[in-house]
């Protein structure tokens, strides 16, 4: 059965700090992989999805095989980021669904 | 584009009665999917229909069902409610058939069952 995992529930960083949120997941084939994030009275939204080696407001994330992990990446978070950011998973395939992760709280402080 | 529409916002149900959430889908989307997310967790995937058939189900009891109509809107009905079955129900639409290209959400509709 697929899963996803997000260790953390919150993460607390100051503006101008490194951001890494951290998602595994766990999946027999080959998935899609994606990020979506719920601002503050918003509806869940898609931040990026791998298969498009994006970068949407400054973050970046990369698919790790090896080590089943889809991290989500800022070099320099921004107050405007503080969010409920939630890791998802479709399989390959016709009339995937996604499997989300617990998600993660980033609260970025002034 | 209206994006996904959801109805009703927020509903109110005692345990045992039966419940009725709307979907309408961006214009074009032809796949439209369910997921319920309680308070702390991510969403957790009900039901997924494209071109009006059921193309996926997640774990979910019978008294959970849904339809999709012709013109692609949907609707998902709870019945014999629960306390557990508070929660936002989430609707989300794709213009593929396939959810590779990722999912549109709507707001949501917030039930609650006392």
């Known amino acids: 059965a697929q899963r996803v995992t997000q260790p953390e529930k919150l993460l607390s960083v100051f503006k101008g700090a490194p951001v890494e949120l951290k998602c595994n997941y766990s999946?027999?084939?080959?998935?899609?992989l994606f990020w979506y994030v719920q601002y503050s009275r918003q509806r869940l939204q898609l931040l990026l999805r791998?298969?498009s080696r994006e970068s949407i407001k400054g973050f970046t994330a990369d698919l790790n095989k090896g080590e089943t992990s889809f991290h989500l990446k800022k070099p320099f978070a921004q107050e405007e980021d503080s969010a409920m950011y939630y890791c998802?998973?479709?399989?390959?395939?016709?009339?995937?669904?996604?499997?989300f992760g617990k998600g993660t709280m980033l609260l970025v402080s002034p | 584009d209206a994006g996904v529409t959801q109805s009703p916002t927020h509903l109110i149900k005692t345990r045992g009665q039966q419940v009725t959430l709307r979907c309408s889908p961006i214009?074009?989307?032809?796949?439209v999917s369910w997921y319920q997310q309680v308070l702390g967790q991510g969403p957790q995937f009900i039901f997924q229909?494209?071109?009006?058939?059921?193309?996926g189900r997640g774990n979910f009891p019978d008294r959970f069902s849904a339809r999709q109509f012709p013109n692609y809107s949907s609707e998902l009905n709870v019945n014999a409610l629960l306390l557990g079955d508070s929660a936002l129900y989430l609707c989300?639409?794709?213009?593929?058939?396939?959810?590779?290209?990722?999912?549109?959400f709507g707001s949501g509709t917030r039930l609650t069952v006392v």
């Open positions: 989300a639409s794709s213009g593929a058939g396939t959810g590779n290209y990722g999912y549109t």
């Open positions: 999946y027999s084939g080959s998935p899609e």
């Open positions: 791998h298969i």
């Open positions: 998802a998973l479709s399989e390959n395939s016709g009339y995937s669904t996604l499997t």
């Open positions: 214009s074009g989307h032809k796949s």
């Open positions: 229909y494209y071109e009006k058939e059921e193309r």
